[in-house]
């Protein structure tokens, strides 16, 4: 579908009438229509777009624009396993991991995870001797959703206490190492590639630290996760401990495979079969649901509809749940790679905003810091709240209330505002719009329900816009631009030049 073909009902979107949120809440059926409940296996989820402008003008508008782009069969196509990844002339496959759509796929994700399962219980079991932590190196996908995944469900009765390093400064490694013991120590090598340079040079020196600690065979205590078997074999990994997975499956997307093994270490084979069945269900939703009732294609439509009718170039994400801590940053990752782009599927030209930068941060934390913008600065900012009904600790349940109502407090007066009379300072202008996700509990199903939503919403978004969201070459330039520094071999300007000089890196 041509860019051109989709622009007027653009333009029609951007020229509806924008009644206040809260002369939409005159609608009695509102909240009905907007707030919907998932019964899903880690049990049920609300999911609230009502504080949003969705309305059933710019749905019918949005929706013209589904039909002229054919969402329903790019949907299909995603699942049937077609070559959607056009730029890369691949499929896109992580739901086969969670054994949804193209049978062929499913059928390996499933080989491959048999095989992953026989080893992370091998190693529980002791074929490695006492482990008692677990060092993940990777970076970008193949190391975010393993950390989140890891700080939202590991925090106490962990199997295995993992370490995730991502960043090539010596120091993240220095931080983990310092918390282990080379003697009971694991090394994962997570990379999709495996030619990531932050990913191998600490590997290197992760191994160089469990031979420095007494460890004879620094390589006999390594699992390698990859699509590139062959190069963790020819680097130095024993075939038995290489976890392979589908070249099929992004970078981004990539936790539900065998770079998911540091989640299976800290919670068992239960644990992550449960993850991968709180996705599935969500497949199965957007999959199935009509388009009214989807709550991936409606949370989509809200996206857009601020992106390209209001002009929101950021969107927000808090969670009122700290081990939910780094879901933003994950998010970030995930919406800002996939749709951060200049150009349509097709090979032209995006002439209109591409995915908003997507941060966030947790509650009630942030109110103390960045709301403050959200209520009054001049900037439109969409936010999503994430809540979980059941807390994660012990304490005086009086935190959870507090926090609980800290965050649907926010909502409310983000939407209500405040008229401050004479006192400009003191006005909250309101009409600011919110949608929350209430999950009852936190526990693996409903982290993979949640992840799974977020990657179908962006999927969507793209779909709507004409984007490969499967694809990233914007990261290429500067990896190439890094590698000709440290060997010396390329001009640069001025002030490149100097700040090699100045740090004594130029040659
Ligand atoms: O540089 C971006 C990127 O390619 C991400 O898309 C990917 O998740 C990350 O690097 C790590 O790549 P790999 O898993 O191949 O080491």
């Known amino acids: 579908m041509a860019a051109t073909a989709t622009a007027p009902l653009w333009t029609a979107l951007e020229s509806l009438p924008r009644p206040a949120l809260t002369e939409l809440f005159a609608d009695p059926g509102r909240l009905d229509r907007y707030a919907t409940v998932l019964d899903l296996p880690g049990g049920p989820i609300r999911f609230d777009w009502s504080k949003t402008h969705l309305s059933a003008d710019v749905e019918a508008v949005l929706g ?16 049937a396993g077609a070559l959607i990844n056009n730029t890369e002339g691949r499929a896109a496959t992580h739901m086969a991991e969670r054994g949804v759509g193209n049978p062929a ?12 399962q026989a080893l992370v219980e091998a190693i529980h079991e002791g074929l490695l001797g006492e482990v008692k932590s677990l060092i993940h190196i990777g970076i970008g996908g193949s190391a975010l959703g393993p950390a989140l995944a890891i700080d939202a469900l590991a925090r ?23 918390k282990c013991d080379p003697a009971t120590t694991l090394i994962a090598v997570a990379s999709k590639t495996f030619t990531t340079t932050e990913t191998l040079m600490n590997a290197i020196s992760a191994l160089d ?4 600690g007494g460890v004879e065979d620094p390589f006999g ?21 290489v976890l392979p997975f589908a070249e099929t499956v992004g970078g981004r997307y990539s936790l539900w495979s065998s770079i998911g093994f540091p989640i299976a270490m800290a919670l068992g084979w239960d644990g992550f079969a449960a993850f991968l069945a709180g996705a599935a269900a969500i497949d199965h939703h957007f999959l199935e649901a009509q388009l009214a ?3 991936v294609i409606r949370a989509a439509f809200a996206d857009l509809y601020y992106t390209q009718a209001r002009h929101c170039s950021s969107r927000a994400v808090f969670a009122y749940d700290e081990r939910l801590a780094l879901l933003p940053s994950y998010l970030q990752q ?29 509650g009630t934390d942030a109110q103390h810091a960045v709301f403050q913008l959200l209520h009054q600065g001049t900037h439109l900012i969409p936010v999503d709240f994430l809540a979980v009904g059941i807390p994660g600790h012990d304490f005086d349940p009086a935190h959870h209330r507090t926090l609980l109502a800290n965050c649907f407090a926010q909502g409310a007066a983000l939407m209500a505002g405040k008229a401050g009379g004479d006192d400009m300072a003191r006005d909250y202008p309101g009409d600011r719009p919110s949608a929350t996700i209430l999950c009852d509990e936190l526990g693996a199903a409903t982290l993979g329900s949640l992840i799974a939503f977020h990657e179908h919403r962006t999927f969507v978004s793209a779909m709507m816009l004409g984007i490969n969201p499967f694809d990233q070459f914007g990261v290429e330039l500067g990896k190439a631009i890094a590698k000709s520094i440290e060997a010396g071999d390329a001009q640069f300007d001025p002030s490149t030049t100097a700040l090699l000089a100045a740090a004594g890196i130029d040659g």
């Open 293 to 295: 009732e989807n709550v």
């Open 209 to 212: 630290w469990l031979r420095e």
């Open 64 to 79: 013209q624009i589904a039909e002229a782009v054919d969402l329903e069969g790019s949907r299909e196509a995603l699942f």
């Open 105 to 116: 796929a499913a059928e390996e994700a499933e080989r491959f995870h048999e095989r992953m």
């Open 334 to 362: 995930l919406e800002m790679e996939s749709n951060g782009k200049r150009v349509l599927a097709d090979g032209t030209p995006l002439t209109r905003p591409s995915a908003p930068v997507t941060w966030g941060g947790v």
């Open 221 to 241: 205590r390594v699992v390698a996760l990859t699509a590139a078997p062959d190069k963790a074999v020819a680097w130095g990994v024993d075939e038995t401990r």
């Open 156 to 178: 106490e009765d962990a199997k295995v206490a993992v370490h995730v390093v991502s960043n090539v400064d010596g120091a993240a490694l220095a931080a983990a190492v310092a």
